[in-house]
């Protein structure tokens, strides 16, 4: 059975977390932590506790666009800290993944990929939803890399589709499966994150729910599944390859501990990160010379983080699969959907049922072996729908950069219409031709319409729109 720690488990339940904080923490944690941080170090600890938490979002760098602005994250040049937090459901710039909402500490995963990943490599997200480390990842990777973002709790798999759609790129798989799943990729990645599910402590201060749960025998429960979950995604890293393993917890046993136990029982080497002293990040606290970092607040100005980079003992070659049999678009959809991108010539043209698929040429064997063995919520940029002899286009095609801009009739549209588009109600274009449109905010498509005159139907899709009504936004 698969066993979920409270990270997985965070929701939102009303209550005003810092007030339930002080007066539940529990006080086996207080020893506990006092005890592995030092005193001074936890009392510092302590009184950031009883702060504001930060709110943080970063930019996607490939949909330009002039709006929200802040105090920039230390550790990347894509993030900002914003004075407050706004209403992020009523920004259609939001929607359309302009942006991603993130806790300022996790973007520390950009100093790890520029510091060690050069050229293009075959990677893996394993707890990925619900999207944020995926989507830096995807502006991360050098160009012609490939990201297979896995999430296996059912909703919180389509959550992460929905952001990895929105994010845009082409090179991006979303699949819903066990790490035991991917037994049969063997060395088929260079690049494995483990964004390990944990037992939250570092999210305290903005989760009441974790507070309330907080035990020794989940941690210990995590810890263990922890090892778990490395170990059976082991072997689909190849030998020579990086892993990433990190958590939002402070306890050493989900934390150095299991560092030590992977390098030790599985094979690896624990890599140094170049850090800057002003950023305030803690290094190991049990085992001096370990290479790992740890985000206190109080310290860094950010949530609990914890991260260790790892090398594979070994090298080997990546695993190549076979390119299956395919079916292909035939010449006429493949020269009008061609049109719809920048650079066509870089797509093979792939047919899943009556969807028309652009996968990158360099990834369609990969992307095939994965979609015959694995539950893929999404794969490459799905273009369109062929239905009775036409072709209907998708909204990831809306979403993705790979849109060539002048494929389709764009109309521009004030917020108050944008909103009402992503609450998926039906709109009125009658000075408009015919046809699907497309739908942009300062100049930043949305999705399509279907125009038919007297009114336009709404294609955003049904299980993403707005469910507040617009004008209360």
């Given at each position: 059975?698969?066993?979920?720690?409270?990270?997985?488990?965070r929701?939102?339940?009303?209550?005003n977390?810092?007030?339930l904080?002080?007066?539940?923490?529990?006080?086996e944690?207080?020893?506990?932590t006092?005890?592995?941080?030092?005193?001074?170090?936890?009392?510092?600890?302590?009184?950031?506790?009883?702060e504001?938490?930060?709110?943080?979002?970063?930019?996607n760098?490939?949909?330009?666009f002039?709006?929200?602005?802040?105090?920039n994250?230390?550790?990347t040049?894509?993030?900002?800290?914003?004075?407050?937090?706004?209403?992020?459901?009523?920004?259609?710039?939001?929607?359309?993944?302009?942006?991603?909402?993130q806790?300022?500490?996790?973007?520390?995963?950009?100093?790890?990929?520029?510091?060690?990943?050069?050229?293009p490599?075959?990677?893996?997200?394993?707890?990925?939803?619900?999207?944020g480390?995926s989507?830096?990842?995807?502006?991360l990777?050098?160009?012609?890399?490939?990201?297979?973002?896995?999430?296996?709790?059912?909703?919180?798999a389509?959550?992460?589709?929905?952001?990895?759609i929105?994010?845009?790129?082409?090179?991006a798989?979303?699949?819903?499966?066990?790490?035991?799943d991917f037994?049969?990729?063997?060395?088929?990645?260079?690049?494995?994150?483990?964004?390990?599910p944990?037992?939250?402590?570092?999210?305290?201060?903005?989760d009441?729910?974790a507070?309330?749960?907080?035990s020794?025998?989940?941690?210990?429960?995590?810890?263990?599944?922890?090892?778990?979950?490395?170990?059976?995604?082991?072997?689909?890293?190849?030998p020579?390859?990086?892993?990433?393993y990190?958590?939002?917890?402070?306890?050493?046993?989900?934390n150095?501990d299991?560092?030590?136990?992977?390098?030790?029982?599985?094979?690896?080497?624990v890599?140094?990160?170049?850090?800057?002293?002003?950023?305030?990040?803690?290094?190991?606290?049990?085992?001096?010379g370990?290479?790992v970092?740890?985000?206190?607040?109080?310290?860094?100005r950010g949530?609990?983080?914890?991260?260790?980079?790892?090398?594979?003992?070994?090298?080997?070659?990546l695993?190549?699969?076979?390119?299956?049999?395919?079916?292909?678009?035939?010449?006429?959809?493949k020269?009008?959907?061609g049109?719809?991108?920048?650079?066509?010539?870089?797509?093979d043209?792939?047919?899943?049922?009556?969807?028309?698929?652009?996968?990158?040429?360099?990834?369609?064997a990969?992307?095939?072996?994965?979609?015959?063995?694995?539950?893929v919520?999404?794969?490459?940029?799905?273009?369109?729908?062929?239905?009775?002899?036409?072709?209907?286009?998708?909204?990831?095609?809306?979403?993705?950069?790979?849109?060539?801009p002048?494929?389709?009739?764009?109309?521009?549209?004030?917020?108050d219409k944008?909103?009402?588009?992503l609450?998926?109600?039906?709109?009125?274009?009658?000075?408009?031709?015919?046809?699907h449109?497309?739908?942009?905010?300062k100049?930043?498509?949305?999705?399509?319409?279907k125009?038919?005159g007297?009114?336009?139907n709404n294609?955003y899709p049904?299980e993403w729109?707005?469910?507040?009504?617009?004008?209360?936004?």
């Amino acid at each position: 059975m698969h066993i979920f720690c409270i990270f997985a488990l965070r929701h939102e339940n009303g209550l005003n977390p810092l007030k339930l904080l002080l007066m539940n923490l529990n006080a086996e944690f207080i020893e506990r932590t006092e005890t592995l941080f030092g005193k001074a170090v936890y009392d510092r600890f302590a009184q950031a506790l009883d702060e504001e938490p930060v709110v943080s979002i970063r930019h996607n760098e490939l949909k330009r666009f002039s709006g929200i602005d802040g105090d920039n994250v230390p550790w990347t040049s894509l993030g900002c800290y914003l004075a407050e937090r706004p209403a992020f459901t009523a920004d259609p710039l939001f929607h359309a993944g302009c942006y991603y909402v993130q806790e300022a500490s996790s973007m520390f995963l950009e100093q790890v990929v520029r510091q060690f990943v050069a050229s293009p490599v075959r990677a893996l997200d394993l707890c990925a939803a619900p999207g944020g480390k995926s989507t830096h990842l995807h502006t991360l990777l050098p160009e012609g890399s490939m990201l297979v973002s896995n999430e296996p709790m059912p909703l919180r798999a389509q959550v992460l589709a929905e952001n990895v759609i929105k994010w845009g790129r082409a090179s991006a798989l979303v699949t819903k499966n066990e790490p035991a799943d991917f037994a049969s990729f063997r060395n088929f990645f260079d690049f494995v994150l483990v964004d390990a599910p944990c037992s939250g402590e570092g999210m305290f201060r903005k989760d009441s729910f974790a507070v309330e749960q907080w035990s020794v025998p989940n941690v210990r429960q995590c810890a263990a599944r922890q090892r778990e979950i490395v170990a059976d995604i082991w072997e689909s890293l190849r030998p020579g390859g990086l892993m990433v393993y990190s958590t939002c917890t402070f306890n050493r046993e989900e934390n150095e501990d299991c560092v030590e136990w992977i390098a030790g029982n599985l094979g690896a080497e624990v890599l140094k990160v170049d850090v800057a002293d002003e950023w305030g990040i803690t290094g190991s606290l049990t085992t001096k010379g370990l290479p790992v970092y740890r985000f206190i607040p109080g310290f860094t100005r950010g949530e609990g983080l914890f991260m260790a980079l790892l090398r594979k003992d070994g090298d080997a070659s990546l695993a190549q699969p076979r390119m299956p049999r395919l079916k292909v678009a035939d010449k006429i959809v493949k020269e009008e959907v061609g049109r719809w991108l920048r650079e066509p010539g870089m797509f093979d043209f792939v047919m899943s049922g009556e969807t028309v698929v652009a996968m990158p040429k360099e990834h369609t064997a990969a992307m095939m072996a994965l979609c015959q063995k694995l539950r893929v919520l999404h794969c490459a940029l799905p273009l369109a729908e062929a239905k009775n002899n036409k072709l209907l286009p998708q909204h990831p095609l809306a979403m993705s950069v790979e849109l060539e801009p002048s494929a389709f009739r764009r109309v521009e549209v004030e917020r108050d219409k944008a909103l009402a588009y992503l609450h998926r109600e039906a709109l009125l274009f009658a000075d408009e031709p015919v046809g699907h449109l497309l739908i942009t905010y300062k100049g930043v498509p949305l999705g399509f319409v279907k125009n038919i005159g007297n009114r336009a139907n709404n294609l955003y899709p049904a299980e993403w729109r707005i469910r507040k009504n617009p004008l209360e936004l």
